[in-house]
């Protein structure tokens, strides 16, 4: 469990008033600071300084849904969102509320996103992992800590774009080039922060 606090804007506090010694102890991904005090990217150190356009400094930790649905031949399809930002399509997930777990925040931000409402029992945690998101700066990062859950279904449930998704739809999903190919074939792209995630999902681990 990790506790954030979730910003409905940019985080108007002073970078150097935030207790970085702190953060640091309770980081997924450990991090360090810069001359000046200030906390240095631990993936992409070589960003520009500042936190990029996103809202918090330092680590933010995120729940990604990675949701799919296996009917009786054994075709896979995923649940994914168009974001409404123009980033692409992407897995549903955002940042974990106060005292949230890492799976309870997967099944609130699914249902805020795709209207689907799974009980956080039926995820599994996969490992923390660093966030290539291209909004983060060299100051401002994401971790994510991903939640699987499997539907064995002849027909996936009903599912629509909600919150900041402006669509949500179950694409074919047999491996990661087949996922590539039908969000190109909706004239747009999966986002860049989720390319590695998916693509070690579908085509390397078994998450049958």
Not at 30 to 51: Q, S, T
Request: glycine share 10%; no cysteine.
């Amino acid at each position: 469990m990790y506790n954030v606090t979730v910003q409905d804007g940019p985080d108007a506090t002073d970078p150097h008033a935030i207790d970085w010694q702190a953060r640091q102890a309770r980081a997924l991904i450990p991090f360090g600071l810069d001359a000046a005090g200030l906390p240095v990217n631990p993936r992409e150190p070589d960003l520009p300084a500042g936190r990029g356009d996103l809202w918090h400094w330092g680590e933010a930790v995120a729940a990604d849904a990675i949701v799919t649905a296996i009917d009786p031949t054994g075709a896979r399809r995923i649940l994914m969102v168009e974001r409404a930002d123009g980033h692409g399509w992407a897995l549903p997930g955002g940042m974990l509320d106060a005292g949230e777990t890492h799976e309870a925040a997967a099944g609130r931000e699914l249902a805020e996103e795709t209207g689907l409402d799974l009980s956080p029992a039926l995820f599994v945690s996969r490992p923390r992992r660093y966030v290539p998101d291209p909004r983060a700066g060299r100051g401002a990062w994401v971790v994510t800590v991903p939640s699987v859950a499997v539907l064995h279904t002849d027909t996936p449930p009903a599912v629509d774009g909600r919150d900041d998704a402006a669509r949500a739809e179950w694409l074919p999903a047999g491996t990661y080039a087949a996922l590539a190919a039908a969000v190109e074939a909706r004239g747009s792209r999966v986002f860049p922060a989720h390319v590695d995630l998916l693509r070690f999902e579908l085509d390397a681990v078994s998450i049958i």
